[in-house]
Structures are given as C-alpha cells and as structure tokens.
C-alpha cells in the first residue's frame, strides 16, 4: 500500500467517522431540541400546522409552572424523596456489603445471590401488595412511604457494586487496626470508608438518579402535593390538572426543569457515573 | 467548658418552648370550619362563591378550598386510605361522574336527602331529574347533589357556511354533505378530539346514543355508529384521522385556525373562543342542535356535584356546606360567577335571561335534545373497553365484526 | 471454656455480627419486595376489585380468563416481540456506540457524556418528548417526512408504525447505556493485544468474538439481562408514547397491570397479570444463570 493511498484511505475513515459522530449526537439530542423548543413557544403557535421552527420565545410556559401546579412543592418533594432513598439505600447496603465481603459465613453467598437476584422482580408485580401495606400503616400519600420502597429497589445494585469495592480494600489495613484493639466500627469509620469514598460517591450519584427519575411509586402512592414529585406532576400536567387537553408548552417546560439537573449531574459526575455503571471495570 | 454552656442554653431554650407552646395552642378556640377539595380549576370559583354568597356570615363556619387529584383513580385511591383510616382530608367533595360510580358503590358517601323536602325538587327540569336518578342516586340514597349540567353542543362556522349558502345539518347525512362541500385541503368539514384515554369513548358514546342504542351493550347501534365515524374518517373524509391522536385543546386549536368547520365540545368552548380576541367573532363559534342519528336527536350531559364523605370530620358544617350551595336562589348567582356552576334548574336559567352560555343550555334545553349519559358499573375499565375496540376498527386493525365481537366478550367478562 | 467451646462461641458471634450488617438490608428487601411477589401470587386466585367491592376465592379463573382472552393474547406476544427485538437492536447497536466512542477524536470527551443522557434522563420525559416529535399533524418527524414524501404519515395511529416507534424509543434510551458497558470492556483489552490480533491478520469480527467479546461479556450478559427484565417491567415508556394504543396495539403487560391495579382495581386480574410476569423474568434469569454456569462467570 502507498503511502499516498493509505492517508487517502484513512481521510475516508475520518471523515466516515465524524459522519457518524454527527449523526449520533443528533439522535441522541433531537428530543431534547424539540422538547426545549416547545418549552419556549407561546400556547397560541404551539399547534400549528407546519410547526414554528422560530417561535416567538416566550417564558409564559415556565411561569404557569409556578402559577398552575405547585411547583416548588413538588420540587422539594423530588429533592427529599430521592435525598432520602439514596441515604436509606447507601447505608443499608454499605453495611450488608462490609458483611458479604468481609465476614465469613456458610450460605453467605447464596444470601448474596438472592439479594443480587431480587433486583429482578419487577416492582410494577409488588405495586398492589405494597399498596395494601402502606394503606395499613397510613404511609400512603407520604414521602417516608415513598421513601421506604424506592430505598429497598435501590438495594440490590448498591450492594452488588459495593461488595465488589470493599473486597478491593486491602485487608491487611483493618486486621492491623484490628490487632490495635480498635473496634469494629472505628475500622469502618477510619479505613473501610475513607478507602471506599470513590465507590460511595459512585453509588450516591447512580441512586439519586434512579430515585429522582422513578414514576412508578409516587405515580401509585401519591395523591397530593404532600407526596407528589416532579416525574409525576408531568403525568398530572398532562392528563389530568386541565380536564381538557394536553398543554404541551408546560409539558415540555416541566420535562426541562427536570432534565436540566440532571445533564449538570452528568457533566460534572461522569466518570463516576461510568464507574458505577460498569462496576469499576473501567480503569 | 463550652460544651456545657451549650448544653445548658439549649436546655433553656428547650424549657421556654415547653412552657409557651401549650399556651399558644390553647389560646382561644379554632373557628369552626370546613374543607372543600375540588378539581384544579375551579377553586378559585368556588373560594368567589362562598365569599359573594356569604356563607361564612351566615353559618360561622370558615371554608377552605383546596384541589383534590384530578384523575378519578387517584382521587379514588387517596380516599380509599383515608376512609380506611377512618379519616377524610375533605369535608365536601366536588365529583364527577366516574369518581360517582366508585364513591357511592363503596358506601363512601352520607345521604343527602335529607337536607331537602320535596319542594326542592320542583326547581329541576325532568332531564336533569333523570341524570340525577341515575348518576347521583344509589340504593336509594342521594350520595351527591349536582352543581353544573354540562351537555355537549355542535359548535359551527357559521361564517364558512354562509359563504356556501349551507345551512347548519340536520341529520348524520347532512353532516356528510355539508362536511364535503367544505372540506378543502387542510381543512376538515368535521373533527373532534378522540385521542384514547377518556376522549374518543366519549364521542363513540355519544353517536351511539344517536343510533339509538347503550354504549355498553355493544349492539347493532354501537356498530352503525362506529361504521359511520369510519365512513366520514375513511370513505367521505369530510374527518381528519389525526384527529384520533388529538385532545380538546388541539382540536380547539385547530377549530380557530380555521382547520375545522364543525365540531361537538363541551361549554369550556365559550370562554375558550372569547379569549382569542385576535380570531373570535360572533358567527365563527355558533351554536346549533346535535344533528341527528337515525334513531334520536340527542346530546348527553355529565354533570359535577357536592358529596360528604361519611368520615367528614365536620359532618354538620359539611352539609349545611351542600344545602347552601344547593339553594334555587343561588343557583343564578352562582352561575354568573363561573359556568362551572351553570345548571338546567329553572331558578338558574331564569337568573341569567339567555346570558353567555346559558343561552345555548337553554336551546337545547327547549328542544329537549338533552340525553342521560350510559351508566356502566365498572366505569373508566368500561370506558376503556370502549375506547380500544372503536380504536382498533378506526385504525384499521381489524374489522367492524372482529372488533366488536372481541370487545363483547371483553364487556360481558366485566360482570 | 474449652477450647472447642470458645471456637464454637467465636463462630456464633461471627453469624451474630454478620446478620446485624446484613440483616437491616435482606429486612426492607423482603418486606419491600419479596413479600409481595409471595402475596400476589395469593391474590392472584381472588376476584377482588376495589371499586365493585368483592373479594372471593376463584381459584385458577383469571389465569383461564386472561390467557383464553384474545386480547390478553396478543398483550402477551407484544410483550415478548418488544422485549426481543428491542435487545437484539440495542446490542447490535451499543456496540457500534462503543467502538465509536473507543475511536480517537476531537471532543471525545463531550460525545461521551453526551452518551450518557438519554439514560440519566426520566425515562418519562423523554417519553413525552418523543410523543410530541411524534405527533401525527404537528409533530418534527411529520413535517420533515411531508416536506419530502408530501403527506403527514399518522405515525401512532397505525398499529405497526405505532410499534416500531415505541420500540425504537426504548432502542434510544437503552442503547448507550449497553454502549457504555461495552466500552468499559474494550477499554480493559490492551492495546497491544489488539495490534497483533491484527498483525496476525485476524479480521475485525474474529477480533470482536475472540478478544472484545470475552472482556465485557460477564457484565454485558449481567447487566443486559437486568436490563431486559427492566425493560420488560417498565410503564413509563408505554404510559409517555402510546398509552397503550392505537387500540391495544403497544400495551405491553405491565402497562395493563398498571390499568388493571392503580386505575380500574381490579387486583385479582393485576396479581394473575403479575404472576405471568414473574414466570416470564424468571424464565430469563434461568437462561441467564445458565449462561452464568456454562462461562463460569462470577457475581
């Protein structure tokens, strides 16, 4: 092969490779594009008929979300629904990984195994049971009812990764702490975490993320603003608030103020993110 | 040493606390008061009603207004928890006609009747009467007093039509003709907004009842009625088939963007039509009778009204709540406030003299084209039934007989 | 104390400390979880609906209703279809993503994250997004599709375009996170087994089988199996799109156990519903572990 051949053979690949790379982010952003761009077109433009690339901007959308639903309520439910499904979930699990990982049992991997496997069981199947359960305990339309069930399906990923992580803490480190005379807990409080911050940190992030993104439980166990988050005031907005129609501009609007967070998240926390999501085998 | 400091300022502050707030708590007594959950849009209705009409003056009893979910299966759900712990987060209800049909099967609701004597009935039109025997009546018992009627009516451009020399249709197969004779390029001579999920079982209910027949019962006049939506969609098409895919909002829409030349919608067109200055004029939203189905010339009305929940914490300011809201000489006054509470009752549409809507209530009134909307006791999984059998055959997926045969044997499952 | 006695006490205080670090978590799970899966199957064998007010024992009658109904039917074969051609796409798919984004270019970094957001997005978000984009007259795709064919395709009014719209959706939103796993797998390949694959003359697919593939496949056949389960337990994309229709063509069975528990109550038809759907994820989890045992594969 020639060199000339070969870099015009390798201009081909680059140019076929940024092809691709355009076309990737353009399937990956268009709903996003149509989505913000309905969020700043006036009601009265939004249905037309080839639709308006150029609206007029209008921030009418963003500020009927504040007059029309109540936002910030919803909001602060987000906020303290998925803040608190992560703190349920990350200490349940740290502590149930520290066991699997560290402490020696017959059966423990099977336990492990279990847990990891009931991550399988669909939670739309335990939605009627679940149901039943927190009417009893008068939980239904609360945040800690909300709060109880999201911690528990965050459980069995948390733990899977975790385990993986403390079994990479060098043991040497706790048994000499061992052999100082420190107890069990000073070893967690001043090595196991402190080595585990990383992990943790991963952990934290992927279940906010699940926990702010989660429909299905307010959707069923939430009635009022007492309870209510962000991904379903959306559903509320869309099928319900106005007996009448879809008002898409708010929709859309709603749907930014919800995405927003969440794509800072990701441009700030990648590579943790990635970490989580591949159980660390990213190097 | 400051950790003791600390310690014992917090102790104090603790102890202050532990002395002031049980005085404040019984400072004097609460006023008595009672809590109204009503749908979104309309609290703000209701908190003007209560203070024109002056209910607090004359029964003590301070109201609050707070919205209750929108959708009939949360609401349903928010109060099956509560009353089974034998409390309610609302004194009054405002319920439509599927959150009816759950409430009063379930025993959620008090007995109104006996706020009202005989008398009080004298104010009310038979149609309505007969709504009321059906949708608000259960075992005997008045388990919610309606506020509202709302039939449907057959919005028109009188300005296109007139530029045809057409009158408004009479029948099904005027609406074919004139619907053909306007239809031009992006415009449609009929739409409707049908999208699934409570708007297209509406309309298919609404034909069905022109043909004669029960939704419900699937029978032949559930079949001419859905041949006919399919005709006008696929053979004549005089109607948009985006229109299954569209809401109220769109198909408003589209109406004042001159894309629709006839449509069926409830009264929120009024206002909706008034608030485009820009659009609106006179003989662009005209109001005629529903043409009619080859069995019956008929429209027929949901209505909205005032239940207690038998775990009320205040069950005597509750009703005296209802009596009030439910008195003839407020019915007029109350609907000048807000159409939300504009009613066929005599006392109503004597008040108003043909003002706004109430003029067009009362043509149909008159004319007696005001139907009883079908009752299922299975309710929205009914509807639903409904909605994806028309669904199917609209969209083509199966045959007129295909899907009607499937969507019986689903029907008679739900017994 | 014996000897013996005090290794026989050492080991009950090891049992004693392991299930109070374990315990708390296997509680929640099987209160939250485990439990009711164990009470649905109960309610299953009930007519029980909430809003017509019974609750008796039927035995096997919903399981007979449900799976002689042919609506049921075709409910059930969606579900399958959906699930089946959405991972066969989404790993055909994710691993163009992730040689794509293994290659070296400018702003590599950027397209990487932006990899991540449909994933990060809530799920019905972008739902709505798509059924906006969607939307037979005012939607992107039918304008575009009208400024070239001439007509406005009524993409979610046509059973099979109304499918492969929502399976494409669920393509959209899965495919970078399958993307990412397998990345992670071709970034722990070294470099240099990679060039004298090629030295040997190995061409691109027997690389991918023999070096990429071995990599990443404990976690892609983990991970893609949760995800498949994930897939199929969803509401949100279902609920966002369609809502289930053009009549009943895109339900998809968790989307009528949702119908049938949280909007008609209707919990002795839901729980049979639920029950199918735990017999078909714990179909696909024994595939899975068997794929797990044959490769020898570890958690």
């Not at chain 2, 010339?297 to 949901?302: D, E, K, P, T």
């Amino acid at each position: 092969m020639t060199a000339e051949s070969y870099r015009r053979r390798n201009t081909a690949v680059r140019i076929l490779l940024y092809l691709s790379l355009g076309i990737f982010v353009f399937i990956a952003l268009i709903p996003f594009y149509w989505m913000f761009l309905a969020s700043l077109t006036p009601r009265h433009q939004l249905f037309s008929i080839p639709p308006n690339y150029f609206p007029d901007v209008t921030a009418d959308n963003f500020a009927a979300l504040i007059h029309q639903i109540p936002f910030i309520a919803y909001l602060v439910n987000s906020l303290v629904f998925s803040a608190a499904s992560v703190l349920l979930s990350v200490i349940l699990s740290f502590l149930a990984a520290y066991g699997f990982a560290r402490i020696e049992v017959k059966g423990s991997s099977i336990l492990l195994l279990i847990l990891v496997l009931s991550m399988a069981l669909p939670p739309i199947v335990t939605v009627v049971p679940l149901f039943q359960i927190l009417r009893t305990l008068g939980l239904i339309d609360t945040i800690t009812g909300i709060t109880l069930v999201m911690g528990s399906v965050l459980i069995p990923f948390s733990v899977w990764v975790l385990v993986s992580f403390v079994k990479r803490v060098p043991v040497e480190m706790e048994e000499a702490a061992t052999i100082d005379g420190a107890r069990l807990f000073q070893v967690l409080w001043y090595i196991v975490i402190p080595a585990m911050v990383p992990a943790l940190a991963t952990i934290i992030i992927i279940n906010f993320i699940n926990a702010w993104n989660n429909l299905l439980f307010p959707l069923v166990f939430s009635h009022t603003e007492a309870s209510k988050t962000l991904t379903v005031s959306i559903t509320e907005v869309f099928q319900a608030r106005t007996p009448y129609g879809r008002p898409w501009g708010v929709i859309s609007a709603l749907g930014v103020t919800m995405v927003v967070p969440m794509i800072i998240l990701v441009l700030t926390a990648q590579k943790w993110i990635v970490s989580g999501l591949t159980r660390g085998s990213i190097k | 040493m400051i950790h003791k400091k600390a310690f014992l300022a917090v102790l104090c502050i603790l102890a202050a606390a532990a002395m002031v707030l049980p005085a404040a708590g019984a400072r004097e007594p609460e006023p008595e008061k009672i809590v109204v959950g009503v749908g979104g849009w309309a609290v703000e209705p209701t908190q003007r009603a209560v203070e024109e009409l002056g209910f607090t003056e004359e029964t003590g009893i301070e109201v609050e207004v707070v919205t209750r979910p929108g959708s009939p299966p949360e609401f349903l759900s928010q109060m099956s928890s509560a009353i089974l712990g034998g409390t309610s987060p609302y004194d009054v209800i405002d319920i439509e006609d599927d959150v009816a049909i759950g409430f009063s099967r379930s025993g959620w609701l008090v007995d109104l009747d006996p706020l009202f004597d005989d008398e009080f009935w004298d104010d009310w039109p038979e149609a309505m009467l007969e709504m009321t025997e059906t949708w608000s009546r259960h075992g005997g018992e008045l388990f919610r007093v309606p506020h509202n009627y709302e039939a449907q009516y057959f919005w028109y451009r009188k300005d296109i039509l007139d530029s045809y020399g057409l009158q408004p249709p009479q029948t099904w197969d005027e609406m074919v003709e004139v619907g053909k004779a306007v239809t031009s390029g992006d415009r449609y001579g009929v739409s409707d907004g049908l999208a699934q999920g409570a708007y297209l079982g509406v309309y298919i209910t609404y034909l069905t009842q022109q043909a004669g027949g029960n939704v419900y019962d699937m029978g032949p006049e559930f079949e001419e009625a859905l041949q006919f939506l399919y005709d006008m969609i696929h053979v004549h098409e005089v109607f948009p088939i985006s229109a299954l895919d569209k809401d109220y909002d769109q198909v408003n829409n589209d109406y004042m963007q001159d894309r629709v030349v006839m449509m069926r919608q409830w009264p929120f067109f009024y206002g909706v039509a008034r608030s485009n200055p820009d659009w609106f004029a006179e003989d662009k939203a005209q109001v005629a009778l529903p043409p009619a189905g080859p069995a019956e010339q008929v429209a027929y009305a949901g209505s909205w009204g005032w239940s207690v929940p038998t775990t009320a914490d205040n069950m005597d300011g509750a009703m005296k709540f209802v009596e009030f809201m439910s008195r003839p000489e407020h019915q007029g006054p109350l609907a000048e406030i807000d159409t939300w509470f504009l009613s066929a009752r005599d006392s109503c549409l004597e008040y108003m003299d043909g003002r706004g809507m109430a003029e067009y209530l009362e043509l149909y009134s008159d004319a007696g084209v005001i139907g009883t909307r079908p009752f299922h006791p299975a309710g929205q999984e009914a509807h639903t039934v409904v909605e994806e059998t028309a669904a199917a055959y609209l969209t083509n997926q199966m045959t007129l007989r295909q899907a009607v045969r499937q969507g019986r044997q689903r029907m008679a499952d739900l017994d | 104390m014996t000897i013996h006695g005090a290794q026989k006490h050492k080991t009950l205080k090891r049992y004693v400390l392991f299930f109070l670090f374990v315990g708390p978590a296997l509680l929640v799970r099987t209160a939250t979880s485990i439990y009711p899966v164990i009470n649905t199957f109960h309610l299953s064998t009930l007519n029980y609906n909430l809003i017509q007010q019974v609750r008796e024992f039927i035995g096997m009658r919903n399981f007979i209703y449900i799976l002689s109904n042919e609506m049921f039917q075709s409910v059930l074969l969606f579900t399958l279809f959906f699930v089946a051609v959405s991972t066969f796409f989404q790993l055909l798919l994710g691993m163009g993503v992730a040689h794509l984004l293994n290659a070296k270019f400018i702003g590599r970094r950027l397209v990487r994250t932006i990899n991540l957001i449909p994933w990060v997005i809530p799920m019905i978000v972008s739902a709505y997004a798509f059924r906006w984009l969607l939307a037979g007259d005012y939607g992107l795709i039918s304008d575009w599709a009208f400024r070239i064919t001439g007509s406005r395709p009524q993409l979610l009014l046509q059973a099979s375009s109304a499918r492969a719209s929502l399976i494409a959706v669920n393509i959209w939103r899965n495919t970078p996170f399958m993307g990412l796993v397998i990345l992670a797998g071709l970034q722990s390949i070294p470099e240099e087994l990679y060039e004298s694959a090629k030295m040997d003359g190995a061409s691109w697919f027997k690389r991918f089988i023999h070096i990429t593939m071995p990599a990443s496949a404990a976690t892609v056949v983990t991970l893609g199996l949760f995800n498949i389960i994930w897939q199929m337990s969803d509401i949100d994309l279902v609920l966002g799109v369609t809502q289930g229709g053009p009549g009943t063509a895109t339900t998809v069975l968790a989307f009528r156990i949702y119908q049938h528990g949280m909007l008609w109550f209707d919990w002795g038809i839901a729980s049979a519903l639920s029950v199918l759907l735990v017999g078909l994820v714990a179909v696909i989890s024994l595939i899975g572990l068997a794929i797990f045992k044959r490769y020898q594969f570890t958690l």
